[in-house]
Each structure stands twice: as structure tokens, then as C-alpha cells.
């Protein structure tokens, strides 16, 4: 009971605390936006510690975050292992097939009506297909290794950015595009220095939302049938051994490498958009 104590006071001291610092003069700093979500985030652990504790909840109902912390420590190989399956050879070669498969498929719709009319809905149609009737095809064509894994995120990430780039790619006015026929640009310099630019925050805006259905594929396309290595391979069968702070320790792997793939595609953002009002401070 003493530990369930600790945590609701921790959280209330914490909240009160949270809430002052977002609402003082130093709460538009950079250190202060910063400071916020990691201490809300530690609150929640140490409450998420106190209840499991105090009210004597089962491992196998939900796991302490002190056990979860030690499975990782002591399954690291194991983490490893799985992480370079599914994020570096599953989640990583497809996004970045389906990505450079979609500006190009963009740029070839932005120079055809009939690819326009006739791509873009069956576009949508497939984008709409849910990914537990997608993976078991797939990976029934490519095998049980990573390949098939990759094949699914390729589908998952196509359309989002796809859809982005053609709507970006026709960002720019008309008052631009008669600028750049008056200086006789041909349509690859118009595209390359004009139109490719303005699109950037259209591009960036499907790759960021392909960043999370990319691990989400591969995760998912696991479960239908894997070699015995993988994040969706060790949920699948942690869940089934009741190893559920195994189970944990992977969906925390999952988060940061979600999290951190994320980040290095908002960074590329702010690099190549740099013009752009959104990235004014």
C-alpha cells in the first residue's frame, strides 16, 4: 500500500509541477518544451510502478516498469537481434522502396491525365485494404524472411506519399510556371528547380506519416509467419508464454525506434524546408 501512496503523491507533486512550468515566462524555451513531457513521462512510470505494487496486480495482467526494465538489460542480444530483423532489413529497405517508387510514380501521374484519373482511385481503393488481408498474400510470394516483411511496408507506404507529392507537385500558381516558360525552362528544370521544391512540405508530410505505418507493417506482416527472430515473432510468442515482460521490453524497442525514425525525418525536414513558414521561429 506504501508504494501506492508514494505514487499518487508523486503524481500530484509532478502535475503541479508540470503545470507551473508550462504556464511560467520560461515555458516557451526550448528547455522548458523539453522538460515537460519528459518529467509527465516519468510521472507516468513511477504511477504505473506504484499501482501495479500496491495493488498487488499480476505480471501476467500488467508487467512493473522496474521488471520490464530488467528483461532488457538481460535480453539485449535477443533485442538486438530482433530489431535489426524488422526495423533495419523489414521496416527500413521497404520504406525506402516505396518511397522512391512513389515520387516517381508521382512525377510520372503529373505528367499524364490518364495516370491522374485511373491511378490515383485505384490509389485509394488499395490504400483502404486492411494490412491483416495484404500480409499473409505477401508473404506467401516472397517467403518468411525480412523480404516479405519489406514487400508489405512497400504497399503501406506508397499511397500516403504518393498522394502527398502529386498534391504537392501542383502547389505551384500559374504565375510561377509562365516565370519559368519565359527563361524557355523545359519541364525537368521547371520540375527539378520549381515545382520539386514547393513540394517538399507535401513530401515530408506522406514520409513522416509513412515513418509509423512502415514499423507497423513489418510488426504486423510478423505475425503471419517469420523466421524465429523478429519483434512481431517474440510479441507473438511472448504473449503465448505468458513472457509478457518480454513482451513489453520489445513494444518499448518499438517506441523508440518509432519515435527516433520520426525525429531524423523531421530533422531532414527542417534542413531541406528551411524556407518554409512553418520552420520560421
Known sequence: MIWLVFALV??????????????????????????????????????????VRGLGVSPVILTAPSTV??????????????????????????????????LVTAVLIDRSAFLTLGLLPVGNFVAALPIVGIAPI????????????????VVMVFFPILVNTVQGLRETDAMQRDLMRTYAA??????????????????????????TLALIGAIVAEYFGSPTRGMGFRIST????????????????????????????????????FWHPSQRR
Open 10 to 51: 508523486f503524481w500530484l507533486g509532478a502535475w503541479a509541477f508540470n503545470a507551473w512550468l508550462a504556464n511560467s515566462r520560461w515555458g516557451g524555451h526550448r528547455s522548458a518544451r523539453i522538460a515537460v513531457p519528459v518529467i509527465f513521462g516519468i510521472t507516468l512510470l513511477v504511477l504505473w510502478e506504484g499501482l
Open 69 to 102: 526494465a530488467q528483461t532488457f538489460s538481460a535480453s539485449t542480444g535477443i533485442l538486438w537481434e530482433d530489431f535489426r530483423q524488422t526495423v533495419l532489413k523489414g521496416a527500413l529497405t521497404g520504406f525506402a522502396i516505396g518511397s522512391a517508387a512513389a
Open 138 to 153: 505477401l508473404v506467401s510470394w516472397f517467403g518468411f524472411d525480412w523480404q516479405s516483411k519489406s514487400a508489405v511496408v
Open 186 to 211: 523545359g519541364y525537368m528544370q521547371t520540375l527539378f528547380k520549381l515545382r520539386l521544391p514547393a513540394a517538399m512540405p507535401f513530401v515530408f508530410n506522406g514520409l513522416k506519416i509513412a515513418t
Open 238 to 273: 511472448g504473449v503465448g508464454s505468458l513472457s509478457i515482460d518480454l513482451v513489453w521490453a520489445e513494444i518499448f524497442v518499438a517506441a523508440i525506434a518509432g519515435t527516433s525514425f520520426y525525429g531524423i525525418v523531421v530533422w531532414i525536414e527542417r534542413m531541406v524546408t
